[in-house]
């Protein structure tokens, strides 16, 4: 079946780096767009983006340019978010999810990676 | 940016009650409307599509109507399971925002 497995959960430190992986199985990862979304504690959820997995260019919400990375390896089927000079506020459960084309719904969501940043 | 409110922001009911959650955006946007609903520590799940298409797999009971700016969710007959907060999102246009959430509570 169709399934987004992402990395384990993750401390950090203030300015270090953080990479989540999104592993897609069931599927060609390149026939689907995937979107990155973020949720702070006790908030709601917020789009960061996209990856067009055919072409590896990314699309960037406003306020996720410039520490935000997204990238990806189909040999392994795997798309990566990447969080540099990581700040407090940045401490989030990141979701991945599988982004359908023209509609650009989500259809199947990883379970979520919750990034802690804390000195 | 489109902007996506939703109301209520909670509501309270019991079991076997009809729910209706309403989204508005901020321009017209077709039906590029989308609705999930998250249980606590869980990831979302995709209920409808395209305002009013129901995702394989997801009780008939819920349903999605509305075109334009304004829709609805509707619960027929809420369940146990149903009991959760639920997200309109908007995939008219990017940024793809979400409304800031209905929390459905046990009354």
């Known amino acids: 079946q169709v399934q987004l497995v992402q990395s384990g959960s993750e401390l950090k430190k203030p300015g270090a780096s953080v990479k989540v992986s999104c592993k897609a199985s069931g599927y060609i990862i390149s026939s689907y767009a995937i979107s990155w979304v973020r949720q702070a504690p006790g908030q709601g959820l917020e789009w960061m983006g996209w990856i067009n997995t055919n072409t590896g260019n990314p699309t960037y919400a406003q306020g996720f340019t410039g520490r935000f990375v997204f990238s990806l390896d189909t040999s392994v089927s795997t798309a990566y978010l990447q969080i540099s000079s990581l700040k407090a506020e940045d401490t989030a459960v990141y979701y991945c999810a599988r982004d359908l084309d023209p509609e650009h719904y989500f259809d199947c969501w990883g379970q979520g990676t919750l990034v802690t940043v804390s000195s | 940016d489109i902007q996506m409110t939703q109301s209520p922001s909670s509501l309270s009911a019991s079991v076997g009650d009809r729910v209706t959650i309403t989204c508005r955006a901020s321009?017209?946007?077709?039906?590029?409307l989308n609705w999930y609903q998250q249980q606590p520590g869980k990831a979302p799940k995709l209920l409808i599509y395209a305002a009013s298409s129901l995702q394989s797999g997801v009780p008939s009971r819920f349903s999605g109507s509305g075109s334009g700016t304004d829709f609805t969710l509707t619960i027929s007959s809420l369940q146990p399971e149903d009991f959760a907060t639920y997200y309109c999102q908007q995939s008219y246009s990017t940024p793809r925002t979400f409304g800031q959430g209905t929390k459905v509570e046990i009354k």
């Open positions: 321009q017209s946007m077709s039906d590029y």
